[in-house]
Nanobody, 126 residues
Framework: QVQLVESGGGLVQPGGSLRLSCAASGRAFSNYAMGWFRQAPGKEREFVGAISRGGVGTYYADSVQGRFIISRDNAKNTVHLQMNSLKPEDTAVYYC???????????????????WGQGTQVTVSS
């Protein structure tokens, strides 16, 4: 079992930045690739990005490429999502999730993930 808790969500103006964190507890954190997903009202949950077990490899959705950065600290069992140049269409509940998939590029599907956090709301509005 892996327990995941997100934090750092809130209200930010367009063009602003926000950093989300996900704290993990339970089984060896470094055994899992980690992903970030988001879900806006009335829409399906969508992939944002993922980071490999060791943190070397990352993969992002086209919609956030160049604006969002995922990092992890296996010593502290945490993963972060740095969000820059935020847009109103980035508004959603953001979730972190854990998967045994080997690489970040392969970890794009919702069904690949075994454990999920409860989500944190991000609202981009003036």
């Amino acid at each position: 079992q892996v327990q995941l808790v997100e934090s750092g969500g809130g209200l930010v103006q367009p063009g602003g930045s926000l950093r989300l964190s996900c704290a993990a507890s339970g089984r060896a954190f470094s055994n899992y690739a980690m992903g970030w997903f988001r879900q806006a009202p009335g829409k399906e949950r969508e992939f944002v990005g993922a980071i490999s077990r060791g943190g070397v490899g990352t993969y992002y959705a086209d919609s956030v490429q160049g604006r969002f950065i995922i990092s992890r600290d296996n010593a502290k069992n945490t993963v972060h999502l740095q969000m820059n140049s935020l847009k109103p269409e980035d508004t959603a509940v953001y979730y972190c999730a854990a998967t045994r998939t080997r690489t970040a590029a392969q970890a794009r599907g919702v069904l690949l993930y075994d454990y999920w956090g409860q989500g944190t709301q991000v609202t981009v509005s003036s």
